[in-house]
């Protein structure tokens, strides 16, 4: 099926209507539990091949999580789909207006290759709890689990409700030549430019998740033990191919040597003396990605302060720590990759303008005892979010409902050049989701609308001024109404009679 054809047949499966009962979407979320629940060892093991990232980590961290997802939707979508009452003006006292929560219709998501399974699924939830049919784009990077996709997910959906499409660039492009009713895009700056440009041509809103160079703040009244354990696990996971890793780190000279100590103690904690021989770390995607880091290896003018030999063949690169200056190539763009810059600061306010004057980051972490330095990193610094004392928790997601890991009741999105839009659990909903604004009216209190009819004059002025500011609370809709409308509507009779008698005189 052609890409055009492919949009066609899924918007007219749309407007049958079909997806937008609650039961069905509820059945659809079902059987992505079972998809998912059928073939955690195939997606598991396709991530191995990807990324030789261990299966019990791809458990936590992308299956047990998107199922904790699912399950979180199902409890709650009952009362997301009800149309939300509003507080009412006086000159709507008689009528219901309500937001009625409207899927978009067809949404594109097109994914990353560092976290391949819930990059794609993730989204998925949303647009299909919200009741739109959806194209997915896996990343050709990760070619095991985009064919594994490709394979299984007709098993359980039929391509007018869920399509995957795969390809590199030029398969995209094409893609991108449609109209969609909303685009998901996760991944890098450059792209989502060309994304968001596409979108621009059909006016088509976009949700952009993109990385940056996270910073963390290590200030010396902080635990070091502690914050050099959490540092070392947000930045190694998945051999640093995080968007929310920790990109590089601001410290004073006398915190820096007992924090690399730290790490250094940690490193071997987690991944034993030969990091190379250990499961749970994980490979850099390709010989491309491989190269780049390895070049900006050669590049750099820092001091390694932990480190080791990279093998191509293996796509290994060891935890590495380095000693650098502000202006090193490290720190032009996001690392995503294992090497962990730290830079010696003489102050506080120094990492804060430091932050400030780069790019808005996807998160921002401050590992500090001092609530008022705190204070300052939030007021200071503009991120897509932030974990104090930690890096990574604050992003949303749950290890099945059993298991609250992560929170699954704040936002997950960037700011600036790290993204665009937010989802997870009810942000996800409402972002696949048209409020669409409703005003339902009946014929009576004709008079309360008196003044805005022509031919208009100085007392329907008057009476548009009395009437306008004034609300009625969504709380004592049944109780006051009733009677703030007779008042309205014998005051109305009475304004109207005197300007017929005035008029006839
Ligand atoms: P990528 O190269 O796999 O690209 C992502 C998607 O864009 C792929 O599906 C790819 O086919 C498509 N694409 C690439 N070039 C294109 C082009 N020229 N035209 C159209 N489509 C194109 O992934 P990536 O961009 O290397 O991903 C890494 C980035 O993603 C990092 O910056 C990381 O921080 C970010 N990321 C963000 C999040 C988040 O939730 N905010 C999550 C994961 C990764």
Known sequence: MGFTELVETQRKYFRTGVTKPVQFRKEQLLKLKKFIEENREALSEAVWKDLRRRHESTEILEIGMTIGEIDYFLKNIDDWVKPTHVEKTFTTALDKPV???????VVLIVSPWNYPVSMILLPMVPALAAGNTVVIKPSELSENVAATFEKLIPKYFEPKYVAVVNGGIPETTDLLEERFDHILYTGC???????????????????????????VVVEDDTDIDISAKRIAWGKWLNCGQTCLA????????TVKPKLVAAIRKYINEFYGENVKASKDYARIINQRHFDRITGLLEKTQGATLIGGESDRADLFIPPTVLDVEKNDPFMHDEIFGPVLPIITVKSFSESLEYIADGEKPLAAYIFTKNEAKVKRLLNETSSGGVTVNDVLMHITGTFTRKLTYFLDTLPFGGVGVSGMGRYRGKFGFDTFTHEKSVLHRGFFGESLQASR???LNQQKLDQ????????????????ATLPIVMASFVFGMLFQSCSRRREDD
């Open 464 to 479: 548009m001024r009395k009437l306008t500011g004034k609300r009625i609370s969504l709380n004592l809709i049944n109780v």
């Open 453 to 455: 009819y022509p031919p």
């Open 99 to 105: 937001i009625e929560k409207d899927p978009k219709g």
């Open 189 to 215: 700056p450059p792209v989502a430019k060309i994304i968001m440009t596409a979108a621009a041509k059909h006016l088509t809103p976009v949700t952009l998740e993109l990385g940056g160079k996270c910073p």
């Open 246 to 253: 920790p990109d590089y780190i601001l410290v004073n000279s």
